[in-house]
């Protein structure tokens, strides 16, 4: 679809403030034409502040995301809002339902987009972090990524966002869930959601209980009801603190560089993925070579020799290891 | 720890049925040591049926999973219980909490085993499926692989097991959690657990309604009580159904070569991580590279062909990629 406009006229447009032609790079993106987009994006600091919004289901994670642009917006930020759902293996769509509906300020609306993880290397770390780099080159003030679910996914936005907010909501086994997935560790703000319900002024105490500074950051236990709206407003000035202390404190370089060199292996991971793909799809005799890991006659590592040795010619094997550029 | 016992006599030591060995043996998988252990597991084909057990935090896994075993041992079965649990990024450890304690049938137990993901793209699909070689190596007739959480991970289990059970729960807000995540889609067998609760059978009925015949398969939705045990030993039996459907229909090699298909694109995206990881903290020129990255000078596509074409010595390039070998 519309794989004729070439990649620097959807970035004029999307300069612009053309949403379809946003869209159509994210296509891009999340389908293989990640590096022809984001080679693209240089000359300008990738400047948004990332917001990742993470924690289990039914936390109201979408709501509060959209109540958390609607304050940004409010304050003259440019927001956009990235939702990563888990998605099939099989059909590789991402399942709407997580849609906000809101009153926007002042017709300022934020970009929204749904991601599709698609289970691959690249998931998270690959192409949502193309879309942020897209979205900031494009002058957004903040991106707000909210991952769905309780498990890897929620850890590796600590991996990509520069203040991480942990959503919680009363009633769900009570901190259980939090402690079991490492939250407390990668959290640098608590919200607890829902705090209408009468076991949320208890979930905050014994979050406070448990939480620890971050590197000179006391991590703020917050309570909001995003149905209403209440505590968000708090919510935005926290993050905005956060992002203060992280420039005082000379971490937002250092937690940036992190996050580069993070990228750096994802990107390698996915490369050698869609390398190997495209090995065991097209060579004939490979099906052999799985057939005995089957058997148990070649160890997984030792087959993966024999793929990548492939013939003995050095400059076929540089150039399928190339050919697995995204 | 016992880096000096060669892997080789812990492997007769561990075929001999000492834990312990089997302990050390799947620590070294976990420590990035795996292909040292995998190598050696050549020579007989990986006949354990690998059954996969997912589902949303407090459905009540790890004590089906124990009731699952219990009831496979009083057959003769010979059983591995491995639970993958979201650890932190930070601490790299697993944490416990999810041992079933329970009575086993004439002292037979399962072999247990929690294993720290480490959020690493080998993750689940690595150490995991290298333990279940493992164990299948070692004669271990089922292997449970318990994944926790509502993401990624369980999708994976897909692409492990050779039977994968669904486990839901009624009152988290019903079947939502399974159709966010694709579940419908990979389960062979759905159960309903906490079968006492009043919505259990509503729920049993809703899952009925959406579930599809998968290759010839009715999928069957079944209700447990893993706290007393009762819808187990069914349970147990439409597992063994579900195997000799599999074989019946032919699908079971089927569905194995696609599994070392998956394993040998796993391993070299692995392969690849470690290797750019190394890279990044060998090479000093690197932390430049990382920075322009950070500055928006480069693109993260630019950076990783400059990270992966080091000096154009081509030797040494080829060295590096070796040296990523788990």
Request: with cysteine; aromatic share 4%; proline share 4%.
């Amino acid at each position: 679809m519309n794989r004729e406009i070439p990649v620097a006229d959807l970035l004029s447009q999307a300069a612009e403030g053309q949403e379809r032609a946003i869209a159509i790079l994210i296509s891009e993106i999340e389908g293989g034409k990640a590096r022809a987009v984001v080679d693209c994006l240089v000359g300008r600091p990738p400047n948004a502040q990332v917001i990742g919004l993470t924690g289990p289901p039914g936390a109201g994670k979408s709501t509060l995301a959209g109540r958390l642009a609607s304050s940004l917006l409010a304050i003259g930020s440019k927001v956009g809002v990235v939702a990563v759902d888990p998605s099939s293996p099989f059909s590789g769509g991402a399942l709407l339902g997580d849609r906000v509906r809101m009153d926007w300020p002042d017709q300022a609306r934020p970009f929204m987009r749904s991601m599709a993880t698609r289970g691959s290397t690249g998931g998270l770390a690959g192409a949502t972090e193309d879309t942020v780099a897209l979205l900031s080159w494009l002058g957004f003030t903040h991106v707000i990524v909210e991952t769905v679910g309780a498990g890897q996914n929620d850890l590796a936005i600590a991996g990509i966002a520069d203040t991480v907010v942990v959503v919680s909501v009363p009633g769900l086994g009570d901190s259980v869930q939090t402690e079991k997935a490492g939250m407390y560790e990668i959290a640098d703000l608590h919200v607890v959601n829902k705090s209408d319900r009468p076991e949320a002024g208890q979930l905050a105490a014994e979050l406070r209980h448990v939480t620890e500074p971050r590197d000179d950051w006391e991590v703020p236990v917050l309570l909001t009801n995003a149905l209403d709206g209440s505590g968000v407003e708090e919510l935005r000035d926290q993050i905005e603190r956060h992002r203060a202390h992280l420039l005082e404190a000379g971490r937002f370089e250092g937690r940036r560089q992190e996050r580069a060199r993070s990228r750096l292996i994802a990107a390698a991971a996915a490369r050698a993925e869609s390398a190997t793909r495209a090995r065991l799809s097209e060579v004939g005799g490979l099906s052999e070579i799985a057939e005995q890991v089957v058997e148990g006659t070649l160890s997984v590592y030792q087959a993966l020799d024999l793929v990548l040795a492939g013939d003995s010619d050095d400059s076929e094997r540089d150039a399928w290891l190339d050919r697995g550029l995204p």
